[in-house]
Nanobody, 120 residues
Framework: QVQLAESGGGLAQAGGSMRLDCLLAGSTNRINTVGWHRQAPAKQRELVARITSGGSADYADSVKGRFTISRDSAKNTVSLQMDSLKPEDTGVYYC??????????????WGRGTQVTVSS
């Protein structure tokens, strides 16, 4: 199993910046992909950005050029740097890890989420 703990959420003004961190623990050597997802009120959870164990990253169109995902393997941390924030970036941000278990099954685990609120 992989445990995930998000930190860094809070309140920001439009145009500002914020960084979220996801601390990973457990079977971290089995992780293939770590992603950041968000869920706005009354909306479905959506993928914001993800990064593979090889370092390849991709982003939702709505955040391209504004958000940057990165990983520090030594610290078992995946970070999401968010710049030029917009009110529509408001939501609960969740960290997710996709990994393969000892019998070859694909599994995923989630953190509890951290609230990000962007005021206009």
């Amino acid at each position: 199993q992989v445990q995930l703990a998000e930190s860094g959420g809070g309140l920001a003004q439009a145009g500002g910046s914020m960084r979220l961190d996801c601390l990973l623990a457990g079977s971290t050597n089995r992780i293939n992909t770590v992603g950041w997802h968000r869920q706005a009120p009354a909306k479905q959870r959506e993928l914001v950005a993800r990064i593979t164990s090889g370092g390849s990253a991709d982003y939702a169109d709505s955040v391209k050029g504004r958000f940057t995902i990165s990983r520090d393997s030594a610290k078992n941390t995946v970070s999401l740097q968010m710049d030029s924030l917009k009110p529509e970036d408001t939501g609960v941000y969740y960290c997710n890890a996709e990994w393969r278990d000892w019998v070859g099954l694909n599994r995923d685990d989630w953190g509890r989420g951290t609230q990000v609120t962007v005021s206009s």
